[in-house]
């Protein structure tokens, strides 16, 4: 059998990993992609040719076009969560099975959002890059997290790690999801509404999809508190960034950090980013070797189930998988 890893060079390290690598390549014939760029549609034809599989990365579109020029294509991976740049819907229509990884990041982004509460209370990159250009900080009170209010908007993988943290130092939890159940009695389940009315800090951790586009609008960041920060470690899609911006830029909220946006490969918009009131950091937030290793090995789980003829985990159309022989 034989399978296309779309990664290049250095998202192959990133994001993929030798461990895996090596495992994938003792289970079938692997191609590489060895360019610079990642490859179109075209592309991944051409380099696709008589392989049953594809590991597709985040930059590689996988549209239907794909599925039609690649006939004797079974398989299409993610190591990943997100499958958004593959056509779901065209894969189906052509049979052809579409899979994600598990969500081995979610300690990663639990940590890095512990650093965005700290840091926006604190002030520490801000004195940090003062001390680096040479000028002496402005020495301002901070905030203690002990005491506050986190709303978390969203209780999936991530929110259900890091509220429990949250209350253990000291922070009264908020919930606001309509479709989940909060059976933790050290948290709060409330309307959307009102925890934007109540919370210190604002952490945007719902799933994106069409009915949280722009979840965070101008009337949403009318309602919090002129001291209040807001963090994003979900999609950029959940926030209207002008509406953000200007919330920003006049003072009715205190600041905001955010790991994710509507820039190429989902990072901070730079029009955001470079806010005096804004930490800003390049989708970063998986990008550990755990976190990387633990999705990649994922798919090597997944090509393992299929040289046995079993169905792959992670599977998300396996009602529609016609191409199995």
Known sequence: ????????????????????LKRLQELVDVVLHEGDAPLDSAGVIAMARGTDFIIADRSTPIPAEVFAGLPRLKV?????????N??????SAAG???????????KSVVELTLGFLVDLSRGISRAAADYHAGHMPEIKVGRQLSGATAGIIGYGRIARDLAPLLAQMGMTVLIADPYAQVDDRRFQKLPQDELLVRA????????????TENLLDAAAFARMKPDAFFINMSRGNLVDEAALAQALEEGRIAGAAMDVGRAPDQMPSPALARLPNVIAT??????TPPASESQAMDTVRQVESLVKGEVPPGAVNLASWSRRG
Request: aromatic fraction near 6%; charge should be neutral.
């Open 282 to 287: 390049p989708h970063i937030g998986g990008l």
């Open 76 to 84: 299409v991976m993610r190591s990943a969560i997100d499958i958004r």
């Open 1 to 20: 059998m034989k399978l296309l890893l779309t990664h290049v060079p250095q998202a192959r390290r990133q994001y993929y990993g030798a461990r895996a």
């Open 86 to 91: 593959i056509d779901v819907a065209a894969a």
């Open 96 to 106: 052809v099975l579409v899979t994600h990884a598990e969500a081995g990041f979610v």
């Open 200 to 211: 210190d800090y604002v952490i945007c951790l719902a799933i994106a999809n069409e009915e």
